[in-house]
């Protein structure tokens, strides 16, 4: 017996009758669709994409059917498409949200109207798959996993009945209208789609698992995600613009309830407002080491606000090639040679401020120009939109404690000028606790972490007393309230700090956020707003401490991530080896893996296209038009019946004969004849057959 090889996919031309298998591809689309409204919002849309994709498929099916295919219509879909590719481009530079996924659902349910044959339908699934991608480049939760399985589930069923009517239509004892699914099933033409849906089933469940367990190592990816739209033209500035600021904000006041406005996103901070935040999601971060997202510092101390003192801008214009800015970093602090690279995906709408983890290096984001301040703060032209995406690499910023005990020398002038200052509101007292805290301790650092577990000792409270006026923050911090929020306790270090001659300043920026093991993603609520201290320290620059009782993670940035679940085991006393040993291990064993691998897969690989080019030639030579009738008197009758084909726009089938095509139309008869005669004998065709051929268009005009 021998065995044919055939692929499992038919890419037929020929129109398509199914309504099923228009339906499941009709299915898969809508699948796609919803994906990408549900992660983007735009659910309006999506609802023109669906009025237009259901009545586009429901007219294709019957002009299908009946073989009356409109000209306007098709000059319809033709404009329409257009209109949605302009519509993405003046999405673009106006702003709208999401242009590329608008038009990935528009330009689907346009191109409805034109899905005639299986080839049709096979990349009307593929353009349903262009919105999933979408909605997976987007989705930052779980529910895209079960889009992805409804699309599979739907995929399959497609691939399924696509067999089971081919082997129907290759049967030639069972009608397919009479054929039932089992009856089509048992007798599909191509053995090797069942082991395809067995294998994708397979895959369909074994690749979450596989998702979970196999280490993924944290690097550098090809492509940085950076928001697709046009750059920001304003030119940046030193004021912060945050889009939450109320328009009148009262000294002293106090807000009872949440908001999304983080009173110190701003010009100034103003330690006398109180008030507590929401808990809605600000951004999501994906990033293989935890850290605070800082935004800038202030440096000037009045006694109830903080401030910068120098609004000076540093521009920094992208590179020609890529549009990444590269930041002046050479001398970092905490510099070690370890990278990562954070991906900021904003969810609301926030101040001008590149958040950032670590020592930025390099900023990819959609702007002409950005400005760093004097305190490395980096801030853009506008405020930051919902939907924008930016990426950072940085270097981690990590001290150890020895090495700062041991930084001594002297403190730059421009330094000591702008980070020791005091108004002459700080009183006594406050002077002497720092004194006592910190006597007979060896070194600045020492002094620092003594003046921080101080502090963790105070109550944290939204709600603290107002500030009386003429009074100072600190000293009512300290002594008198003893609560507060984070703006109290860093106030208070930084005061105490300076006061013994070490230079220190305000940070505001963001913590960590939750983490999700499964995605990676950091995720960062309005109440994640903070701030926190930096030092400085000789020959080591900044170093951040954090005062504030109760706030998970560390300024400092965390060890990098290897594994998704690194984090997973950690408080498990397990006889488990490093994360460094497993790290080297797991690399070593992908690498020798890959070696024997690539070189298997690679000859796999060129095996499989000689294959499929063998195929396409055996596919080509069974169905190209035969090339021995040469006579002229054959060519003119096989032109006679293409031309037939063309004119009464119903073209042969590839399972139908000449008098089952020909039998649709009988003023065909003269003609069909004739093609049969031409195919089949064997001797010269005489000039009546030939004529016969060519009477056919008289045929057809006297039947009308």
Not at 189 to 194: C, K, N, Q, S
Not at 538 to 547: E, H, M, N, S
Request: aromatic residues 14%; proline residues 6%.
């Amino acid at each position: 017996m021998k065995l044919k090889f055939q692929l499992p996919f038919n890419f037929s031309r020929d129109p398509e009758p199914s309504a099923r298998l228009r339906t499941l591809a009709a299915a898969t689309q809508i699948t796609g669709m919803t994906a990408a409204a549900m992660v983007t919002g735009l659910w309006l849309p999506w609802a023109i994409s669906i009025a237009l994709l259901i009545p586009g498929n429901i007219y294709a099916q019957r002009a299908t059917a009946s073989g009356d295919r409109r000209r306007w219509v098709r000059a319809l879909a033709f404009v329409g498409f257009h209109i949605t590719f302009f519509w993405m481009f003046f999405g673009i530079f106006t702003g709208q949200p999401y242009p590329q996924a608008q038009f990935a659902m528009l330009a689907t349910a346009v191109v409805s109207l034109e899905i005639w044959s299986r080839m049709n339908l096979s990349a009307s699934i593929g353009l349903g798959l262009a919105n999933l991608y979408v909605a997976a480049t987007l989705s930052r939760g779980y529910e895209f996993f079960a889009f992805l399985l409804v699309y599979l589930g739907l995929w399959l069923a497609y691939l399924w009945t696509a067999d089971s009517i081919d082997g129907c239509r290759a049967n030639t004892v069972i009608p397919v209208a009479q054929a039932k699914p089992q009856q089509q099933s048992a007798r599909r033409r191509v053995p090797l789609a069942g082991w395809v849906t067995r294998v994708a089933l397979v895959m369909v469940f074994a690749f979450p698992v596989i998702f979970v367990l196999v280490p993924r190592y944290a690097g550098r990816p090809l492509f940085m995600p950076v928001t697709l739209r046009v750059p920001v033209a304003q030119e940046p500035t030193a004021s912060v613009i945050n889009p939450a600021v109320p328009l009148v904000q009262i000294q002293g006041e106090v807000n009872r309830g949440e908001s999304d406005y983080y009173f110190g996103f701003a010009d100034q901070v103003d330690l006398s407002y109180r008030g507590g935040l929401s808990n809605t999601v600000m951004m999501l971060v994906k990033s293989p080491a935890w850290s605070y997202w800082r935004g800038y510092a202030l440096d000037e101390y009045n006694g109830r606000t903080w401030r910068q003192s120098d609004e000076q801008l540093e521009t920094v214009e992208p590179t020609f090639l890529n549009a990444a800015f590269f930041l002046d970093n050479d001398e970092a602090d905490g510099y070690n040679g370890e990278w990562f690279v954070q991906s900021f995906y904003i969810m609301q709408d926030m101040p001008n401020i590149i958040w950032s983890g670590g020592t930025p290096f390099e900023l990819y984001f959609a702007a002409n120009e950005i400005g760093v301040d004097i305190t490395d703060g980096i801030r853009v032209g506008t405020s930051l939109t919902a939907g924008t995406t930016y990426s950072v690499v940085s270097n981690r910023v990590d001290f150890e404690p020895d090495v700062l005990r041991a930084a001594t020398g002297e403190i730059p002038a421009d330094i000591s000028e702008m980070y020791l200052q005091l108004p002459d509101t700080v009183t006594e007292r406050t002077r002497e606790l720092a004194r006592t805290l910190t006597e007979d301790l060896p070194s600045d650092y020492d002094k620092a972490v003594a003046i921080r577990d101080h502090l963790l000792t105070y109550e944290y409270d939204f709600f603290p007393p107002p500030q009386p006026p003429n009074s100072d923050a600190v000293d009512m911090f300290l002594f008198e309230d003893q609560r507060g929020v984070c703006e109290h306790y860093v106030s208070s270090m930084v005061v105490m700090l300076r006061t013994l001659d070490i230079p220190a300043r305000f940070v505001v920026g963001y913590g960590s956020g939750d983490y999700n093991p499964l995605s990676g993603y950091y995720t960062v609520r309005a109440n994640d707003a903070h701030a926190w201290v930096e030092a400085y320290f000789p020959g080591q620059g900044w170093v951040p401490f954090d005062p504030t009782p109760g706030w998970t993670g560390d300024p400092l940035s965390g060890p990098v991530d290897e594994w998704m679940f690194s984090r997973a085991l950690e408080g498990a006393n397990l006889p488990l080896p490093s994360l460094d040993e497993v790290g080297a291990f797991a690399g070593g064993l992908l690498a020798i893996i890959g070696s024997v691998i690539v070189p298997i897969g690679a000859v796999a690989f060129v095996a499989g296209m000689g294959v499929f080019a063998f195929w396409l030639l055996r596919r080509y030579q069974r169905t190209r038009p035969t090339r021995y009738h040469t006579d002229p008197s054959r060519k003119a009758v096989f032109r006679a019946y293409r031309r037939a084909q063309f004119w009464l726009r119903a073209r042969r089938l590839s399972w139908q004969t000449v008098s089952e095509h020909t039998s649709e139309h009988e003023h065909l008869s003269k003609l069909r004849e004739a093609v049969e005669i031409a195919a089949y004998r064997a001797q010269p065709l005489d000039a009546e057959t030939v004529e016969q051929a060519r009477s056919w268009r008289n045929s057809k005009t006297n039947t009308k």
